[in-house]
């Protein structure tokens, strides 16, 4: 039935008995009269599309559907949203009126500029658990839903870009990357790079496993720690997979891209966990930002050498903490009085845990890739290392930030990692030693007249 006044729209709520309803509005007409908080298996008009994580056949697998907009909500096969935290401006859009709420994209030309070859492990339910491996080509394997009207879309996009970072412009100027008209282009350091873009999908029994947690437990977790903002985690069992709203990656690849998964060239590899009060603003409190551009130089090095190198940027801000909570650790650091013995125990004090970067998951990127080595690891972290070998792909080298790159300020941080275990060719401090490893204070800083 459709409701054509205000007053003939009684919101009737489908999987609570709760009946306090927001008032409708013309937008809510749009929605119609039945707000479906959750949906059961078996349900009346609830057809999920048949999902086969880990088929060798992308037909046979068949396409992510997650949106809940117009008929594709019938067919539906996974929870959560498109975009990521995203999803909240796109609704804010819709809402606004911006955005009209049975927009559906236009594909054309949008196609990777590099087509990765499907390896294995895109037919391996066990290598790949957060990703899509077909999530790049979804506008063209799954043309027929789209046609009919379904609401599907790629959850991975790979384009062409040029960069200039200072740093690499500095090595560039000073002879350390020479200009060789492939991927360096100018002599003020621009440089040609692929950049594959992916946003999470996870396969939940996968994830479970990962973790070593009952898949059971995960969904009661995730359900109850996001405000129960997805019934489905609990109601649908039948519903395997999950678009999570974080957890996105960037992959920087430069030279050819088919050389990142060739056995006889060597690969340099940087996997960084973002930080942008670093990364971006360039603060001397940690090494992310000088590690990320020795990361790229490296990457870059390893593919003028005729082998291939690749950045992979995780979005967990802070060690997956956020920016809050890690400038609670900085307050509390620069007021506690800043070493390196008790840097770990400010943030276990403020988060609970000294790292939220579980690295189970990171290495799914690297299996989707076809990278069966890494030669050059720019990384001292051994969570990340134990993740990548674990999974089955050996690192050959490991090679720790050069000294000369560390801001004085950041070596409470690097020196308590290398005491509690991260990979250094140079001096472990023991505990005494860090007690001597102190930060700059905030003495000439604090305003403390307030
Ligand atoms: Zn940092």
Redesign the pocket.
């Known amino acids: 039935m459709k409701p054509t006044t205000e007053e003939e729209v009684k919101p009737e709520v489908v999987g609570t008995d709760k009946a306090d309803i927001i008032p409708p509005t013309s937008l809510a007409k749009r929605y119609g009269s039945r707000i479906i908080l959750t949906t059961y298996p078996g349900q009346s008009g609830v057809e999920p599309t048949s999902l086969i994580w880990g088929a060798e056949d992308p037909q046979k697998r068949g396409p992510v559907i997650v949106s809940r907009a117009g008929q594709t909500m019938k067919y539906r096969n996974a929870i959560g949203a498109h975009g990521g935290s995203y999803s909240i401006y796109n609704a804010l859009a819709i809402a606004g009126g911006d955005l009209d709420m049975d927009f559906r994209p236009n594909f054309f030309n949008t196609e990777p500029t590099f087509k990765f070859k499907p390896n294995k492990a895109w037919a391996d339910p066990s290598a790949i658990v957060s990703m899509d491996p077909y999530g790049h080509e979804v506008a063209s394997l799954y043309t027929g839903y789209i046609e009919k009207g379904l609401d599907v879309r790629p959850t991975i996009a790979i384009t062409r870009a040029s960069m200039r970072v200072a740093e690499i412009a500095e090595a560039v100027k000073n002879g350390v990357l020479p200009v060789d008209g492939e991927i360096v282009m100018t002599q003020e350091g621009d440089v040609r790079v692929t950049k594959v873009a992916v946003e999470p999908v996870w396969h939940l029994p996968g994830v479970a496993k990962r973790f070593n947690i009952d898949e059971g437990k995960l969904r009661r977790a995730l359900f109850e720690h996001t405000g129960g903002m997805y019934p489905e985690l609990i109601t649908r069992p039948d519903l395997e997979v999950f678009l999570p709203p974080i957890g996105g990656l960037t992959v920087y690849i430069f030279g050819p891209p088919e050389k990142v998964s060739d056995p006889n060239v060597k690969l340099a590899c940087r996997v960084h966990d973002e930080?942008n009060?670093?990364?971006v603003f360039q603060?001397d409190?940690?090494?992310?930002?000088p590690y990320l551009a020795f990361g790229i130089q490296e990457a870059i090095r390893e593919a003028q050498n005729g082998g291939s190198g690749i950045c992979i940027y995780f979005r967990k801000e802070?060690r997956a903490l956020g920016e809050v909570v890690k400038y609670l650790v900085y307050n509390s650091r620069k007021r506690g009085g800043d070493t390196a013995d008790k840097y770990f125990a400010r943030t276990e004090n403020i988060a609970g845990v000294r790292d939220m970067r579980f690295q189970e998951l990171m290495p799914d990127i690297l299996h989707w890739l076809g990278v069966t080595k890494i030669d050059r690891m720019l990384s001292m972290s051994n969570m990340k290392h134990d993740a990548i070998v674990g999974s089955g792909i050996p690192i050959l080298e490991r090679i720790p930030i050069p000294d000369e790159m560390i801001p004085e300020d950041?070596r409470v941080?690097i020196d308590a990692k290398i005491n509690a275990g991260y990979f250094t060719t140079g001096k472990a401090y023991t505990d005494a030693e860090l007690k001597q490893v102190k930060g700059r204070g905030w003495e000439k800083w604090e305003d403390v007249a307030h």
């Open positions: 930080c009060g670093s990364d603060s409190i940690c090494t992310c930002r802070g950041s941080e």
